[in-house]
């Protein structure tokens, strides 16, 4: 079968960018990265990309006037590569319903929170500072609404007593590396797909949290 094609969008600095690398290199995620894009210059997920051989390309934001225009070119650019899958990783931009639309179903994208909680940026810090027991973090399809479409996959951590924005960020990104993987994998093998605004996981829809891992080691 025809490995599914998947172009990658970046920011920064791409851990979940080279967690995808090294799951496809691994033999363990059947597709094909066939470009990462960045709209910043320079970044180091760029490079790692370079050193993957993939394809990377830069469409910088600050080039264009207004985000209609830049989520035109970004489309076109995309598309260019004929993607089955658009998987947003650490790409800090806000969407354009017109984009949204157009990639409805077959876009994923990661946010360090337990979703519908912390939607937004800072969402560590939010919640320590609302006295969660449990922070994570969640795959879901992308919709017009920001952080808001149906889960696929949801890991869940422990806040601990001494933990700063920091330490918890980095127990969250753990689990970033194996959550984005898996439900790419999900989907290169059709196990999951976006029907009626939930996600359906092997013929069953799952719920608001999506599929749940829960990790109790600190
Ligand atoms: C991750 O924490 C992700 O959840 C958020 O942005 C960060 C990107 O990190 N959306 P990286 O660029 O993949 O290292």
Redesign the pocket.
């Known amino acids: 079968m025809q490995k599914k094609r998947v172009v990658v969008l970046?920011?920064?600095?791409?851990?979940?960018?080279q967690a995808l690398i090294d799951g496809v290199q691994a033999g363990e995620l059947p597709v094909e990265i066939v470009a990462v894009i960045s709209n910043r210059p320079g970044v180091l997920?760029l490079e790692r990309a370079a050193k993957a051989a993939i394809p990377a390309d830069v469409l910088d934001h600050k080039a264009f006037t207004d985000r209609e225009s830049f989520d035109r070119a970004l489309m076109e650019k995309i598309d260019s590569y004929s993607p089955d899958l658009v998987v947003l990783?650490?790409f800090m931009r806000i969407l354009t319903p017109e984009f949204t639309q157009h990639y409805l179903g077959r876009m994923l994208?990661?946010?360090?929170s337990l979703l519908p909680k912390f939607q937004g940026l800072h969402t560590h810090q939010r919640a320590i500072d609302a006295g969660e027991s449990h922070h994570g973090?969640t795959v879901h399809f992308v919709t017009a609404e920001l952080d808001g479409g149906p889960s696929v996959v949801q890991a869940w951590v422990p806040v601990l007593a001494e933990d700063d924005a920091t330490s918890l960020?980095k127990r969250?990104?753990r689990q970033?590396h194996i959550i984005y993987p898996l439900a790419v994998k999900w989907f290169a093998q059709g196990d999951i797909c976006m029907q009626d605004g939930k996600c359906v996981l092997n013929g069953e829809p799952l719920p608001p949290s999506g599929f749940l891992i829960r990790s109790d080691e600190p």
């Open positions: 970046i920011s920064g600095g791409g851990s979940n960018l997920g990783a650490g994208n990661i946010h360090p973090v960020a969250v990104q970033e």
